[in-house]
C-alpha cells in the first residue's frame, strides 16, 4: 500500500449547445471556415457592447439543479485578465466572486463504492479562439471561430483519491450533460474537457500537498492515465527529497508524460473585477420554477429505475443509462419485446455497443431499429435461428435495416426443427463414426459437441441443437 494518499480536484469545461455565442448573434457552429463565426462583439472591436444570451443561464441553471447546486438569484460577470494571441479583448468575460451555481454534489460508483463528490461552483464564460500553427508556413495563425462560444465552467472540490473516480465522476457529468441536451460531450471536438489538479499528501495529513494541474486531456483513457503518470511522478520527486513545484503541466498521450507548460496562475494573477458593460444577471422565481420543471430523468434516477423495472444487474443498467440515446433505444426495444428485459439487454451490451464503438456509428444512425430488434429476440427464443445465427447476422441487420425474419428467410439461415428431416442426418453421422458412439456409450459424454458438430457441418449450421440433442441422447441411451 502506498505510503501516499492522491489528491485530485477537476475542473470541466462543457460548451453549450446554443445556437448563437454569449454575447452576440454569431453561429456556434463547429467545422466552418476560419473567421467565419465572428463580428465586432466576439472579436473586440472598441465601442461595442456584449448582450447576454438567455439560453445560457437557462442551460447553467438547469445544470447546476441537476447537479444538486444552490443556484444563486443574483450572480455577476467579470472580467478574467490575460493576454494570449487567440483572446482579442485581452480579457475573459467570466464569474468569480459570485458565479450562477454553488455548493452541489454528485454521486459516483467504483469498484461498488458508492462516494459523493463535492462541487465549489458552476459559472458561465466564453471560450477564447483558437491558433493554428504552421511549420511549413513558418507562421502562426489565430481562428476566433470559437471565441465567445458559451460555457460553463464546473468545478469539484478536491474529493477525488484515484485516477478511476475521477474517471468516473467525468462519465457522471457527462451523462447528464447528455441528459439535459445541453451539450454534445464530445470529447475529440473541445465541447466537454477538463484540466485535472492533483497533488499527493502522506496517508492521514489532513493538509494539502503542491498541486500540478494538468491539460490537454481529451478522452477519459487519456484522463486516466494522465493521473496515473503524474502521481507517479510526485510520489518519486518526494521519494528523493524533492519539492513538487505548482506548475501547469501538458499531457503528451504518445509519449504518456507530462511536461511543464507554465507556472501555474492563481486568482489574483488574472485581476478580476466586475465586468462594467454587463450589469448583474436576477433569475426570477417564476424562471425558475419552469426550468426545475423541465427537468428530464437523470441518469442515476433511470439506472434505479431500470434496476427495479427491468431487474438487469447493477452493472448492466449504469451501462445502458450512461448514454441517454442507448437508454431510450433498450426502453422502446424492451417495450416492443414484451418479454423478459434483460435478453433485451444482454443483445444491447454483447453487439449493440460494440457495434457502435467498432465502426463510429451513432445510435441514431443505426438501421437496426428497436422493434427489429425486439423481433430478432423473438426469433432466438421461438428456434427459428440460432443464438450464433442470431450474432452472425446482427452488423449486418445494423447496416441494412432489413427485416431480421425476412433476413434469415432470404439467405436460408431458418433453423432445421423437423425430427424427421434431422433423424437422417443423426443417424449418417452416428453410422460413419462407429468408435466415438461405443465411446460415447461407454461413459465419454464430451462426444455429445464432437457429433453435434458433424450434424452442424453437413446442415451447414441450421439444425436446431436442441432437437439434435434429444435425438443422439435418445438413439444412443
Not at 100 to 111: F, L, S, T
Not at 257 to 263: D, L, V
Not at 456 to 461: A, E, F, I, L, P
Request: glycine residues 6%; proline residues 4%.
Amino acid at each position: 500500500m502506498s505510503r501516499y494518499e492522491t489528491v485530485i480536484g477537476l475542473e470541466v469545461h462543457a460548451q453549450l449547445k446554443t445556437k448563437t455565442k454569449i454575447f452576440c448573434n454569431c453561429s456556434t457552429t463547429f467545422g466552418n471556415d476560419p473567421n467565419e463565426n465572428v463580428c465586432p462583439v466576439c472579436s473586440g472591436m472598441p465601442g461595442v457592447l456584449p448582450v447576454m444570451n438567455a439560453k445560457v443561464a437557462e442551460y447553467a441553471a438547469k445544470m447546476g439543479m441537476a447537479t444538486n447546486c444552490e443556484i444563486n438569484r443574483k450572480s455577476v460577470f467579470a472580467r478574467k485578465n490575460y493576454f494570449y494571441p487567440d483572446l482579442p479583448k485581452g480579457y475573459q468575460i467570466s464569474q468569480f466572486e459570485l458565479p450562477i451555481c454553488e455548493h452541489g454534489h454528485v454521486d459516483i460508483e467504483v469498484d461498488g463504492v458508492a462516494k459523493r463528490i463535492g462541487l465549489t461552483r458552476i459559472h458561465m464564460e466564453e471560450d477564447a479562439g483558437k491558433n493554428i500553427h504552421s511549420a511549413a508556413e513558418n507562421a502562426s495563425f489565430v481562428d476566433l471561430n470559437r471565441t465567445g462560444v458559451p460555457l460553463i465552467e464546473i468545478v469539484s472540490e478536491p474529493d477525488m483519491r484515484s485516477a478511476a473516480e475521477a474517471v468516473a465522476y467525468l462519465k457522471e457529468l457527462r451523462a447528464i450533460l447528455l441528459y439535459l441536451g445541453i451539450c454534445d460531450g464530445n470529447l475529440e471536438e473541445g465541447s466537454f474537457r477538463c484540466d485535472a489538479n492533483i497533488s499527493i499528501r502522506p496517508v492521514g495529513q489532513e493538509e494539502f500537498g503542491t498541486r500540478a494541474e494538468l491539460k490537454n486531456l481529451n478522452s477519459f483513457r487519456n484522463v486516466q492515465r494522465a493521473i496515473e503518470y503524474e502521481v507517479g511522478r510526485q510520489t518519486d520527486l518526494v521519494e528523493d527529497g524533492e519539492e513538487v513545484v505548482q506548475e501547469t503541466r501538458l499531457y503528451n498521450p504518445d509519449k504518456n508524460i507530462t511536461a511543464s507548460m507554465r507556472g501555474k496562475e492563481e486568482a489574483h494573477d488574472y485581476r478580476y473585477f466586475p465586468d462594467p458593460d454587463l450589469v448583474p444577471l436576477v433569475l426570477e422565481e417564476a424562471w425558475l420554477e419552469k426550468w426545475e420543471s423541465e427537468l428530464p430523468e437523470l441518469p442515476a434516477a433511470k439506472k434505479a429505475r431500470f434496476l427495479n423495472d427491468f431487474n438487469l444487474s447493477e452493472d448492466d443498467a449504469a451501462l445502458i443509462a450512461s448514454e441517454l440515446a442507448v437508454a431510450e433505444y433498450f426502453e422502446a426495444a424492451a417495450k416492443a419485446y414484451a418479454g423478459e428485459a434483460k435478453k433485451v439487454g444482454n443483445w444491447i451490451i454483447g453487439e449493440l455497443l460494440p457495434y457502435l464503438h467498432d465502426d463510429g456509428v451513432a445510435v441514431a444512425d443505426c438501421k437496426l431499429t428497436p422493434e427489429s430488434l425486439a423481433s430478432l429476440v423473438r426469433l432466438v427464443d421461438d428456434g427459428t435461428i440460432s443464438n450464433k445465427i442470431g450474432k452472425n447476422v446482427f452488423r449486418d441487420l445494423c447496416e441494412s435495416g432489413d427485416d431480421p425474419e425476412e433476413h434469415v428467410k432470404a439467405k436460408g439461415l431458418v433453423q432445421v426443427s423437423d425430427t424427421s428431416a434431422l433423424e437422417s442426418v443423426v443417424d449418417e453421422v452416428l453410422a460413419e463414426n462407429p468408435g466415438e458412439v461405443e465411446a460415447f456409450k461407454g461413459g465419454k459424454k464430451k462426444l455429445m459437441s464432437f457429433f453435434m458438430g458433424q450434424i452442424m457441418r453437413k446442415t451447414k449450421g441450421q439444425a436446431n441443437p436442441g432437437v439434435v440433442t434429444q435425438l443422439i441422447q435418445k438413439k444412443l441411451s
